[in-house]
């Protein structure tokens, strides 16, 4: 069975979140295609704690010794998941720092990165995919930093494909909002179906 990850940093909620919107567009026609799937739900505004130093020794220590704590469960998740979706809306040409507070746990030595003898970093994950879902009250105009941070990391972690679909300008006077977002939608669809048709051939 297909682990579909759904990182849900809309921190604003269902109710009033526009990136909300997007994911359950991108999350409804992904799993129309592969109803097998399993979803994984983080509610990322359960926040972890902040990775102090103190913290970072102490997870080393429970990987090094084999030991399952619950805060191992971000890095886990990247590992074992099959396809990693993102909805973040663009907060500070970036992201939430819920967000950045999950992926500091989920980059855990000898869970879904190590270093082989030479010294190269390869990754663990098994994922053939990241998806990142945002949207902007601007222009985002080149700056879609989440989006390149999202894409680094995942490369760290071997996820070799990324993607991101933006809704921008929705707070631009005069805009129709509900016309970029239908159209911002319609892309997820899209990308929602070429992943769920042609899962093999992502993995490169």
């Known amino acids: ?16 979140s526009r990136t909300w919107r997007l ?6 026609e992904y799993t129309t ?8 739900h983080r509610d990322l505004r359960e ?6 130093g103190e913290l970072a020794h102490q997870r080393d220590g429970w990987i090094a010794r084999g030991e399952d704590d619950p805060r191992l469960t971000p890095a886990r998740e990247i590992a074992s998941a099959d396809l990693v979706v993102v909805g973040a809306p663009y907060w500070d040409l970036s992201f939430p720092a819920v967000l950045k507070v999950y992926l500091e ?10 270093y082989d003898e030479d010294g190269r970093q390869v990754g663990l994950s098994q994922a053939r995919a990241l998806v990142y879902l945002t949207s ?10 989440g989006f390149d941070y999202l894409k680094a990391l995942g490369a760290m972690f071997g996820i070799p494909h990324a993607y991101c679909v933006a809704a921008e300008g929705l707070d631009i006077q005069g805009t129709d909002v509900q016309a970029v977002l239908r159209r911002a939608g319609d892309r ?4 929602a179906r070429q992943l769920a048709q042609e899962p093999m051939c992502l993995h490169g």
């Open 1 to 16: 069975m297909e682990r579909l990850l759904f990182l849900d940093a809309c921190v604003r909620g269902p109710e009033l």
């Open 23 to 28: 994911c359950q567009r991108f999350l409804e």
């Open 33 to 40: 295609l592969h109803p097998q799937a399993q979803v994984c």
């Open 47 to 52: 926040s972890l704690p902040i990775l102090t």
């Open 105 to 114: 746990w989920s980059s855990a030595l000898g869970i879904t990165f190590r």
């Open 136 to 145: 902007a009250g601007g222009p985002v105009e080149g700056q879609n930093y």
């Open 188 to 191: 997820a669809a899209s990308l």
